[in-house]
């Protein structure tokens, strides 16, 4: 492989990393805080996709623009969900949960499927086909945007997370329910957050994807397989263990897609988790993490 | 014949987490047949050491041996299956068993088949009182009938040494004393016992020798009534206590 | 005897009820057929699931090596049943050995195992999705020959039939005889509490293996018979994360606790998914499947231990009565 392809393929995974690092985000927030996986997290992403794309076709919004709708309305759909189907789900025992969030997805899915049939939709402007140079590589405007987009609010999410009273509670809560329940913290109030800021996350990255990215009924079930193999990869609910692991992912994939078929390239991720449990058997899971 | 063997060895036990040292250099030795007693407030490190003994933590340094036999770095069941049993301080039973089929669990150690399992179950059942419960979903029973199951699942893996971690607390005055006797019964049937217990009284009645554990370091050792009358404990533990 | 064997004895006189029906007509018999065969599956399927604690999501991968051994072995060796049902066990045995050491040397447990496993049945998904030698993402037919008894293949479909009924009656059977031993005993301790088990003297790793391998194997038996049924395998029916889902929904809606609690919920949910599909048409693709995740999400939510739970309880509502009395024995034993 020449240096050029290399630093090409090298380039295009780290952008795809952050986009993946932004998706993933949303999911270990929601899991550390609750201790609850939804399988469901990648179709609120194929929503917000689809959410970015109507408001391109039908009002002419522009993608970064129609992010300030499309959030909200994630958000909005995350602070619904708690109330509607988490906060029961969260009585049931682990297996249920894991099938009332396995529904929602499959729910999800077949919903979009009757909405907008199977057809792969994209948001083509005059600047989907504009690329940067870089040196000797090139970087496509879209995935440029959404790489950039994703840096900054990975750092506003950080920014959240340690330096505002929201945040500092979003941690205690995630260390331990029943002592933050006892110093008085409104326990579903902050689940109710974290879900809400976990899809609004969402809201930012699809409008932003779709202009890079093809849209369709099942476009979240792979993301969402691979947003979990990032936080398995990166330690199970760090936030510095998120972008390592998504970054690691991003490049894996893009690296192994320039010498392989694209269905053997798609393995990858799970070849990387793999790889990972392997050669770290004793780290990486949090050793207090079971009960 | 030699001086007899101790049942238990353990020298220069420490263990950390992190950079925290919970135990560091504890050494003591258990005779067959005693009834050996660890004191210490809270956050000593009594349950650490336990399961330390237990297989359930990796120590950090120092050795432990079983009748002679080093067991430090076993599994917790290869410890069990030399006969070693534990009771554990927060009383859970198997969910969705019945409280014979809980001690049935136990049994299986030394006893493969299914009916002799069960047959030995109750066994150890009736040896703490609770035969006629046998068919009870566990998770129904009190807190006092629950660490009378937690005995009896471990005495029915049929041990040597029985380690039990605080028996005692938070039951009646009545209760207690019913569980002492049991522990003492137990103990004349062969079963040698290291218990944690914060109750003096009960730990100067039924122990011959103790440690007293305080900050994770060993104060004191010996015959029972000794340590209690060590200086030190009494500043640090009982002095503290009684003011 | 006869009583700790009623929990199979019982699905296997319905299941034979079930075959008998199906005699009578061959749309009848194609559904029972799924139901015998994908249902034994999720009985398997939750030896670990339910009793173990240990949630599977990759189980496709298993049954797609039981499919892909029969075909692959016809097609590239002409192996017939007697030789590629055996290899097929014994890959899946393997692989699931592998796997579960991986996983629990890890220290995955709840959500994170069932993702690892997840994850594991991708890459084999996508693998043979991407391979050409075994029909990448169309499949493989398997030819017929005439030498048709040895490579299991009839005119008619009630002999699969059959067959499928003893696979279930072994899966019921090997179950509960392990069951109601002492592994069915340390499964259900590791389930609840693995600390305290291994303190009891429960091997865990061994325990947990075990029940990973037998799972695996009678996974691997329920596709290779599959191969054979239908003399055909692609990627998206033997090795897709729809199938694993499947069993998933089987056992929750059936119930976990049970041993036949899955074959219920397949049994429910494949003619209802039939009738579904028959009266709704192939216009609206996809409806069906919402009615269907809406069924599962409510019955998650609402019936934890499943409708066989209910049913269960139902039916040992007399044994209740009895543990009450006990319950009253001590204080009656406290007042004298």
Redesign the interface.
Known sequence: MSTTIFLQALLSGLTNGAIYALVAVGLTLV?GVMRI?NFAHGEFLMLAMYGGYLAFTFLGLDPILAVFLVAPVLMLMGYLLFDG?IR??LK?????????T???S??L???A??AFKADNLLVTQERSTASIWLGPVLIQMPQAIAALASIILLGLFYLVLRKTDLGLIMRVVSQSRDGAALSGIDISGTYRWAMAIGLGTLGIAGPLMVSALYVNPHVG?LFT?KA??IV?VGG?GSFGGVLIGALLVGIAESIAASWL?A??A??VP??L??LV??L??EG??PAGG?R | MSAPQPLLAVAGLGKSFGGLKAVSDVSFTVMPGEIFGIIGPNGAGKTTLFNCLSGLLPLSAGTVHLDGRRIDGLRPHEICRLGLARTFQIVRPFHGMSVLENVKVAAFARHPASAAAEQHARLALGRVGMAHLADLDAERLSVAEMRRLEIARAIATEPRLLLLDEMLAGLTATEAAALCEQIRRINAEGVTIMMVEHSVPIISELCGNAIVLNFGEMLASGATRAVLDDAQVQEAYLGSAAS | MLRRFLPALVPTMLAIAGFGVGLADPYFMEIFIMVGLIGTVAVAWNLMAGFTGLVSLGHSLFFGIGAYTVAYGQVGFGLGPLATWPIAMLMAAASALCIGLLCFRYGLRGYFFSIATLAFSEVAFLLVSATLWLGRSDGMMLPSSPDALRYLQFDHKWPYGLIIVAFLALTLFLSQAFLTARPGYYWRALRDNEGAAEALGVPAMRYKLLVFALSAVLTALGGAIFANTFAFVDPRSTLGVELSIQLLVFGIIGGLGLLWGPLLGAALLIPAGELLRTYLGSGFHGINIVAYALLMIVLALLLPQGLGGVLGARLARPSAEKRATADQAPAVEAAS
């Open positions: 899991f996986v189907l029961p789900a049931v025992p682990e297996i249920n949960q894991m099938a009332v396995l529904g929602l499959l729910l899915q077949y919903l499927l009757v079930q397989l979990f193999v398995i199970m078929t269905s053997v798609a393995a799970f070849a988790l793999i449990m392997l770290r058997p990486l899971v079971s």
